[in-house]
């Protein structure tokens, strides 16, 4: 367990990661990466259970999928500051033959990869075979999924949603960043999906929301809430309501910087807003 300063801290690295590993090759998803750092280093420092190693049965510890590949800077970036593999492996982000590549790959062989996520709408449906894999094993560890919500217009995840719910898989934890923003404009502009939580509760399962998601206190105390909710014969739901571009001012509130990396004056801009908390790679 960690402390929201120590939470911090580590977000805030996470961050200089994730603007150094896209300015490096000017290439990768800065955007939803950011908006979503609180949150997995809360997940993955402060709440899941997680065994010594990489395991890809995860037989006796909690699971996760990222199903909105193209943030994998982010994920890249906790997985390695959680002891996953070395540190200094992220500077060979999207370089040639990297195990980190712009999606990530499982046949890379990269630990604390489950699946590959190149292609949207996929995740949920991995993450219910897992959890469902650990019904049958009496493994009473859970399953959390974390997707984008512009990947709800790919349509495999509604019957994924549908399922679940059906089959009783209570044992999961679906996480939406609702960031209302996607690479071509807002997600209302694209394709507006309505209410997503009256869509959830329509499919039968129990939706949370952390209003605000790029704060770690409300992130700890959501995914606790969440947490104590399992178990109840339906799936749980957190709607995670984030700023794309979080902890970065200028990359903030636009949706322009889903897909694009920043030049030498803008990355030094947005590290000053960032300081050095754990050591650069």
Not at 73 to 81: C, K, Q
Not at 199 to 216: Q, S
Request: hydrophobic share 40%; proline share 2%.
């Amino acid at each position: 367990m960690s402390n929201t300063q120590q939470l911090q801290d580590f977000t805030t690295q996470v961050r200089r990661d994730i603007l150094r590993m896209v300015h490096a090759v000017n290439s990768g998803h800065p955007g939803g990466s950011l908006g979503c750092a609180e949150f997995l280093v809360t997940l993955y420092q402060d709440v899941m259970k997680r065994n010594e190693g990489f395991d890809m049965n995860g037989i006796g510890e909690d699971l996760f999928f990222l199903s909105n590949g193209h943030i994998s800077p982010v994920f890249y970036s906790v997985l390695a500051r959680s002891g996953y593999f070395s540190v200094a492996e992220l500077a060979t982000f999207r370089k040639l033959n990297s195990r980190l590549q712009g999606h990530p790959t499982t046949h890379e062989g990269l630990p604390g990869i489950r699946m590959a996520s190149g292609s949207l709408g996929q995740g949920l449906s991995v993450a219910i075979g897992a959890a469902q894999a650990k019904k049958l094993n009496n493994d009473n560890h859970l399953v959390f999924a974390l997707l984008g919500d512009g990947e709800l217009q790919e349509g495999q995840n509604w019957e994924a949603i549908m399922y679940a719910s059906a089959k009783k898989v209570d044992n999961l934890i679906a996480t939406i960043d609702l960031n209302g923003k996607q690479i071509d404009g807002t997600t209302d502009e694209v394709l507006a999906m309505g209410s997503v939580k009256a869509k959830f509760e329509a499919f039968d399962w129990i939706v949370l929301e952390i209003k605000e998601g790029n704060n770690i206190d409300a992130i700890k105390a959501g995914l606790a809430d969440a947490k104590s909710k399992s178990g109840n014969g339906k799936p749980v739901c957190i709607l995670l309501h984030t700023e794309m571009g979080n902890g970065v001012d200028f990359m903030m509130h636009t949706h322009a910087w889903h897909g694009k990396a920043p030049n030498d004056e803008q990355l030094a801009k947005a590290l000053e807003q960032n300081v050095e908390t754990l050591g650069d790679y």
